[in-house]
T-cell receptor, first 108, second 113 residues
């Protein structure tokens, strides 16, 4: 199983773009990369998923280089409500591996 | 409303007293799984199930049992709880295809004294 490494915490001011990078050197051919957001005492919520190159939705963008050994979640113009823990998840759907998560603190 | 429902939300019990945490989903999902979340350790998978009567161990299965007799339900059983199983537990489900996202329940906070 691919192990993931993310920064433990990040601070950002409101309105800024935030980029969170996840390393997954041992990613397998079939593995997808998925990011989740978690607020305190709630279950994680799906944000975005990709296999290669770039994926964008209404919430975020996900950048995956050709070697797929890392990925970057990009949150445009964050607000206070984006304060949460963000998990990078790598794995085929049966047995997934969560990273420890990145605690993002958005500052007014 | 599509959702994953866990019960109870909070549970305090004593060492050795068998308990069951229920999980039910109304999305006809094939795949279901259980996680525990502890400070500094993130979410760790306990067990998962790819379909009815098919279950397999995750990363931390010791001390837990599961069953999948019906598609919608995936209960987590602690036959003899111990204090080191005090944790926040999450159930999740998905369609089961490689790119289908996980839908999580709201969690069960278990305290074993």
């Amino acid at each position: 199983l691919a192990k993931t490494t993310q920064p433990i915490s990040m601070d950002s001011y409101e309105g800024q773009e935030v980029n969170i990078t996840c390393s997954h050197n041992n990613i397998a051919t079939n593995d997808y990369i998925t990011w989740y957001q978690q607020f305190p005492s709630q279950g994680p919520r799906f944000i975005i998923q990709g296999y290669k190159t770039k994926v964008t939705n209404e919430v975020a963008s996900l950048f995956i280089p050709a070697d797929r050994k890392s990925s970057t979640l990009s949150l445009p113009r964050v607000s206070l409500s984006d304060t949460a823990v963000y998990y990078c998840l790598v794995g085929y759907y049966q047995k997934v591996t969560f990273g420890i998560g990145t605690k993002l603190q958005v500052i007014p | 409303e599509a959702q994953v429902t866990q019960n109870p939300r909070y549970l305090i019990t004593v060492t050795g007293k068998k308990l069951t945490v229920t999980c039910s989903q109304n999305m006809n999902h094939e795949y279901m799984s259980w996680y525990r979340q502890d400070p500094g350790l993130g979410l760790r998978q306990i067990y998962y199930s790819m379909n009815v009567e098919v279950t397999d161990k995750g990363d931390v299965p010791e001390g837990y049992k599961v069953s999948r007799k019906e598609k919608r339900n995936f209960p987590l059983i602690l036959e003899s709880p111990s204090p080191n199983q005090t944790s926040l537990y999450f159930c999740a489900s998905s369609l089961g295809s490689p790119n289908s996202p996980l839908h999580f329940g709201n969690g069960t906070r278990l305290t074993v004294t």
